[in-house]
């Protein structure tokens, strides 16, 4: 099983990026997948969840109204969609799977990923 996190990079202020988390050996449908961030000298943040199976979500507050998830069954892609990034959002973005549902846990996941730069900078 293999989570792989894409779509990073540098983006100014009220710009947008869609980050993508491709699933080998398994397939997303079943799962909650997570979307974490950790930003240098704070603590990890979980900001959205999908529960795919049943389609119930997390979202940070911090996050809300900007970010969305989405999910391409064909390609067993799961993206999150970021618009009006603030410099608050700068962080190493990774993606998670959980079979039993949305958690806010880094340790209560099932699956990580290696994470993606996000850098939100003029």
Do not use: H
Not at 45 to 74: H, L, P, Q, W
């Amino acid at each position: 099983v293999q989570l792989q996190a894409s779509g990073g990079g540098l983006v100014e202020p009220g710009g947008s990026l869609r980050l993508s988390c491709a699933a080998s050996g398994m397939t997303l449908g079943y799962y909650a997948i997570s979307w974490f961030r950790q930003a240098p000298g704070k603590e990890r943040e979980g900001v959205y969840c999908m529960n795919f199976s049943n389609g119930r979500t997390y979202i940070a507050d911090s996050v809300k109204g900007r970010f969305t998830m989405s999910r391409d069954s064909a390609k067993n892609t799961a993206y999150l969609q970021m618009n009006s990034l603030k410099p608050d959002d700068t962080a190493v973005y990774s993606c998670t799977a959980a079979l039993m549902g949305c958690s806010r846990s880094w340790n209560g996941q099932d699956y990580w990923g290696k994470g993606t730069q996000v850098t939100v900078s003029s």
